[in-house]
């Protein structure tokens, strides 16, 4: 019930195309988080949702937490080369450390 | 500045050998964390730890130990380091209630030969 099961596993799009990766779990929880990878980095925080049903843009980054709480999705509008990394989803674990549980992520490539 | 920093960036090693990663934040978080990256990109919690509090993933062998001389500092100890160790080590910390400010570092890529 801990597992979260990102999609798709890899994506290659051409420049100005749109975008949408997602999340699921079998258990319901309280945070969604999308986390961005650039090579030889750490993860970077996008987007933090805290509410079922809420969506929330970072410029032209768009997340949902789903209404049943077991899954959440991101989109990316008008791609550019930069934007060219690892997804990540990720939740709290739960207890009072913020242990996170991450998806397996999803990997884009943009080709210009 | 570096919110999280670790050192090394990079670090080969032969099987066997004891190795220390250091990590230090100045976020004046309260919490910080170790998670590996293994080589297919999956993240993995492996210790978290406030000044009250230290958790383990019961996955993680007990060769691994973090260690904190103060609240700013996470260094992780490896004993007898094997091939399977290979994997890329983050550190990362956050403040105690809230996860939006959770910042990791850029990594350690350690390699076991």
């Known amino acids: 019930g801990q597992q979260l099961n990102q999609s798709p596993q890899s994506m290659f799009i051409q420049e100005g195309e749109d975008v949408s990766m997602n999340c699921t779990s079998s258990?319901?929880?309280?945070?969604w988080l999308w986390y961005k990878q650039d090579p030889g980095e750490g993860p970077v925080l996008l987007i933090a949702?805290?509410?079922?049903?809420e969506l929330t843009s970072n410029g032209r980054l768009t997340a949902q937490f789903g209404i049943t709480r077991k899954d959440s999705f991101l989109n990316i509008s008008a791609s550019i080369p930069s934007d060219v990394g690892i997804y990540f989803c990720?939740?709290?674990?739960?207890?009072?450390?913020?242990?996170?549980?991450f998806g397996k992520g999803t990997k884009l490539s943009v080709k210009p | 500045d570096t919110a999280v920093s670790q050192t090394p960036k990079y670090l080969v090693t032969q099987m066997g050998n004891d190795k220390s990663i250091k990590c230090e934040q100045n976020?004046?978080?309260?919490?910080m964390y170790w998670y590996k990256q293994d080589s297919k990109k999956f993240l993995k919690i492996m210790f978290s730890?406030?000044?009250?509090?230290?958790?383990i993933n019961e996955t993680v062998p007990n060769r691994f130990s973090p260690k904190s001389p103060d609240k700013a500092h996470l260094n992780l100890h490896i004993n007898s380091l094997e091939l399977g160790d290979s994997a890329v080590y983050f550190c990362?910390?956050?403040?105690?209630?809230?996860?939006?400010?959770?910042?990791f570092g850029s990594g350690t890529r350690l390699t076991v030969v």
């Open positions: 990362a910390s956050s403040q105690t209630g809230t996860l939006y400010g959770y910042t």
């Open positions: 258990s319901i929880f309280n945070t």
């Open positions: 949702l805290y509410k079922a049903g």
């Open positions: 990720a939740r709290d674990y739960g207890g009072s450390q913020g242990n996170l549980i």
């Open positions: 976020l004046g978080h309260d919490t």
């Open positions: 730890y406030n000044n009250k509090e230290l958790i």
